[in-house]
């Protein structure tokens, strides 16, 4: 009996062990049991500060009306698209970090803007966090029936694939990517935009529009430009 118990306790250490090992250092089987998480349970992280405090500038001083709103995470940010396109009112919607269903639970300051055009980007984040394939598109199916809902014109940018820092996840990217291009055919007022076919080379993207292989430079900004201006310019 005291041989039994341990046994049991021995393994009850080596188990509760490896469990924090695999927790803090993401070791396997870490993808899975988030995966899994994720898919049957659902996300119960926090938001990011970050994320926190940009919703709340978004509802403090987020004012209407604006010809186009962009929707993302910080590849959106970083960009300043009033610069880049001086002649139109814009609305910089993206937060560092964010996820799609990030993104869904801020459409109220997204609405708010009453733009006439959304231009959304999102995916990398969540694949980064293991999200489920399914979960992602149906969050940004949600996304665009929300906005169609309020009357905007939705364009959606194709999720870019990235580079050293995450090419696992391009195969999810591209897979997204698919998806979103069939439900844009399927719906008026949405218009799918290639931006890999500017941005990437070999299946990533371009080394001269990035450091790091996710961010984009001014390069990677001028190619962005290039690829929807025509779609600014567009009386849908």
Same mark, same amino acid.
């Given at each position: 009996?005291?041989?039994?118990? !341990?046994?049991?306790?021995?393994?009850?250490?080596?188990?509760?062990?490896?469990?924090?090992?695999?927790?803090?250092?993401?070791?396997?089987?870490?993808?899975?049991? %988030?995966?899994? =998480? &994720?898919?049957?349970?659902?996300?119960?992280?926090?938001?990011?500060? #970050?994320?926190?405090?940009?919703?709340?500038?978004?509802?403090?001083?987020?004012? !209407? !009306?604006?010809?186009?709103?962009?929707?993302?995470?910080?590849?959106?940010?970083?960009?300043?698209?009033?610069?880049?396109?001086?002649?139109? #009112?814009?609305?910089?919607?993206?937060?560092?970090?964010?996820?799609?269903?990030?993104?869904?639970?801020?459409?109220?300051?997204?609405?708010?803007?009453?733009?006439?055009?959304?231009?959304?980007?999102?995916?990398? &984040?969540?694949?980064? =966090?293991?999200?489920?394939?399914?979960?992602?598109?149906?969050?940004?199916?949600?996304?665009?029936?929300?906005?169609?809902?309020?009357?905007?014109?939705?364009?959606?940018?194709?999720?870019? &694939?990235?580079?050293?820092?995450?090419?696992?996840?391009?195969?999810?990217?591209? #897979? %997204?990517?698919?998806?979103?291009?069939?439900?844009?055919?399927?719906? &008026?007022?949405?218009? $799918?935009?290639?931006?890999?076919?500017?941005?990437?080379?070999?299946?990533?993207?371009?080394?001269?529009?990035?450091?790091?292989?996710?961010?984009?430079?001014?390069?990677? $900004?001028?190619?962005?430009?290039?690829?929807?201006?025509?779609?600014?310019?567009?009386?849908?």
């Amino acid at each position: 009996m005291k041989r039994v118990l !341990c046994l049991i306790l021995i393994f009850s250490f080596i188990s509760f062990t490896y469990g924090v090992v695999t927790v803090q250092y993401r070791i396997f089987p870490y993808d899975l049991v %988030l995966l899994a =998480k &994720n898919t049957f349970i659902g996300k119960s992280e926090p938001r990011s500060a #970050r994320y926190l405090h940009k919703t709340s500038l978004f509802e403090e001083f987020g004012r !209407c !009306c604006y010809d186009i709103v962009f929707i993302g995470d910080s590849i959106t940010e970083d960009a300043d698209w009033e610069d880049i396109f001086p002649n139109y #009112r814009i609305a910089n919607r993206g937060i560092g970090g964010d996820t799609s269903d990030g993104v869904l639970e801020r459409m109220d300051s997204i609405i708010s803007t009453k733009a006439n055009k959304a231009f959304i980007m999102v995916g990398v &984040n969540d694949f980064s =966090k293991v999200a489920s394939f399914d979960s992602v598109f149906d969050n940004y199916q949600k996304i665009i029936v929300t906005l169609l809902a309020n009357d905007f014109n939705v364009y959606v940018q194709s999720t870019l &694939n990235v580079g050293t820092r995450g090419e696992k996840f391009n195969n999810s990217i591209d #897979r %997204l990517n698919e998806r979103l291009k069939s439900l844009a055919d399927q719906k &008026n007022k949405v218009v $799918y935009i290639d931006l890999n076919k500017s941005l990437t080379a070999n299946g990533a993207v371009k080394s001269d529009f990035t450091e790091d292989g996710v961010h984009l430079n001014a390069n990677g $900004y001028r190619a962005w430009k290039e690829a929807i201006q025509d779609y600014l310019l567009m009386n849908d």
